[in-house]
């Protein structure tokens, strides 16, 4: 059975920095990538950021370029988002997925997601 376990969401001021962790279990990493996405409230659950598994590749959202990096601890099969700089807008349930090995399409495993607030 394929879980991914979230955590290191909270509450942080703006220009504060978090790290989330996405934990997997149940498949074989190395043939797969992680993705992070986030879901506002009344808003689309967007893609944030992914880190291939084939080459360690990685993708990044505009709006997150330059503040945001993903990471992979392939020994401990977790996935880091290491967020700094945050934004009022970063506020948002971050979830992660596994996407197939080149980012390109989630294959329907997500976590349960961890609460980033950031506040003025």
């Known amino acids: 059975e394929v879980q991914l376990v979230e955590s290191g969401g909270g509450l942080v001021q703006a220009g504060g920095s978090l790290r989330l962790s996405c934990a997997a279990s ?16 009344g808003k689309e659950r967007r ?3 992914c880190i291939s598994s084939s080459d360690g590749s990685t993708y990044y959202a505009d709006s997150v ?4 990096t993903i990471s992979s601890d392939n020994a401990k099969n977790t996935v880091y988002l290491q967020m700094n700089s945050l934004k009022l ?5 971050y979830y ?7 980012c390109s399409d989630p ?3 997500w976590g ?4 980033v607030t950031v506040s003025s």
């Open 89 to 93: 807008e970063d506020t948002a349930v």
């Open 47 to 49: 893609e944030v950021s």
């Open 96 to 102: 992660c997925a596994v996407l197939k090995s080149d």
């Open 65 to 68: 370029k330059g503040r945001f």
């Open 107 to 109: 294959t329907g495993s």
């Open 26 to 41: 149940g498949f074989t990493f190395d043939d797969y990538a992680i993705g992070w996405f986030r879901q506002a409230p």
């Open 112 to 115: 349960q997601g961890t609460q």
